[in-house]
């Protein structure tokens, strides 16, 4: 591999330290430094590794020693500081979605490919052992043609927990954007690209109360849908069931099911690296679990950086996102019409990832 590739994060929030935990222990990738609007956040997220340095958002795009910038700010702002990037000439790579629109990740990709730098997008959680496990089974006939899957994200709303959660509850947040990229972009590694979809939506309630924190108690309001539901027709001609709710209190359905002629298999939390692939054949009593065949093992949050660094096209990378981007899109637009809507993109399935442990 060479030399690390040296990494400045925009965006100290709360899924920060996540991403931090990895790659401090990446050694294909190394953290030079972070910036954020607030710089005493910035200071705080770094205190366990006094070598990063905190830097205002200009300084740390002007870094020459700053290959890759890492966007972990709020959805609204990914495009203008994926934008900042490109323009210095560095490649970038952002937390999901790719923009807040379709048309801003379009500017961001076309400005990208005009620079000749690289666009990553999360979700990774996809390159983990529990859905690239399933792609290889799906892959090698285990369950005959696909023909079906579901996908279901059911709760009560990231308000309970998350002390700042206005952002989920505007435009580029809800059950569909904020959850939806790890289902999706689950499925199409599986499935492969989607070509239409129909869709349905509703919310329950025009406030929220924040449940944790100093704003504890607060109402915001909400103004997107908060329960989206629709079928995604891939170009295959699978067919898959999305479910994405912030107005449920919990579900038993199993996060993702794909089912082919010959068996059906249950997929783990694609917010999740790993977890258990069960496989159950038709005329077989009962399931049995498979064992993990492919992807990084020991993944976390930031293993894409890991995938970025060492490929020349980025499995989680930027085509992909703006198709799941699209399906989106497409699919509340489908829900506000009633109609079924065409879903213009499409992209090449990623390569599937070899079994390794991530890091290692």
């Known amino acids: 591999m060479g030399q690390p590739v040296n990494v400045g994060i ?40 006094p070598e990063v ?24 702002a990914h495009a203008e500081i994926a934008l900042l990037a490109v323009a210095a000439g560095k490649d970038v790579y952002c937390e999901k979605p790719l923009a807040a629109t379709s048309e801003e990740a379009r500017r961001v ?9 690289r666009v990553g997008c999360a979700p990774d959680t996809v390159l983990g052992t529990g859905t690239q496990t399933a792609r290889v089974a799906i892959d090698d006939g285990l369950i005959g043609r696909p023909v079906a899957a579901t996908a279901t994200m059911m709760t009560p709303g990231h308000e309970r927990w998350h002390p700042n ?11 569909l954007l904020d959850m939806g990229p790890y289902y999706i972009t689950s499925l199409v590694t599986m499935l ?10 509703g919310r329950t309630r025009s406030k929220r109360t924040i449940g944790s924190g100093p704003r504890q108690g607060e109402e915001i309001p909400v103004t997107v849908d908060t329960h989206v539901t629709g079928v ?31 068996g059906s298999l249950v997929v783990p939390d694609p917010n999740h690296f790993d977890g258990p692939v069960l496989l159950s054949g038709v005329g077989d009593e009962g399931w ?5 065949s492919a992807g990084y093992a020991g993944a976390g949050r930031g293993v894409g950086l890991l995938d970025f660094a060492a490929t020349g096209e980025p499995r989680a990378g930027g085509t992909l996102a703006f198709h799941v981007l ?33 890091g290692g």
Request: charged share 20%.
């Open 53 to 76: 340095e905190v830097l205002g958002v200009a300084e740390l795009m002007a870094d020459p020693r700053i290959g890759v910038v890492l966007n972990l700010t709020i959805p609204a």
């Open 165 to 175: 959660p206005d952002f989920y509850y505007v435009p580029g947040g809800g059950p």
């Open 10 to 49: 925009v965006g100290c929030g709360a899924i920060s330290a996540q991403y931090l935990r990895t790659i401090e222990r990446l050694p294909q990738v190394r953290l030079v430094a972070v910036a954020d609007l607030d710089l005493e956040r910035a200071r705080e997220a770094v205190l366990p590794y």
């Open 232 to 262: 995604l027709v891939h170009a295959s001609g699978a067919l898959s069931t999305l479910v994405m709710s912030f107005d449920a209190a919990a579900t038993q359905a199993p996060r993702i099911e794909v089912h082919g002629e010959q």
């Open 326 to 358: 699209d399906i989106m899109e497409s699919l509340l637009a489908s829900a506000h019409s009633g109609r079924a809507v065409t879903v213009e993109s499409t992209c090449e399935r990623p390569r599937p990832v070899a079994l390794e442990t991530a």
């Open 192 to 201: 492969g690209p989607v070509a239409s979809v129909i869709g349905a939506a």
């Open 109 to 117: 990709l076309r400005a990208a490919e005009e620079a000749g730098v």
């Open 288 to 292: 049995r679990t498979l064992p993990e």
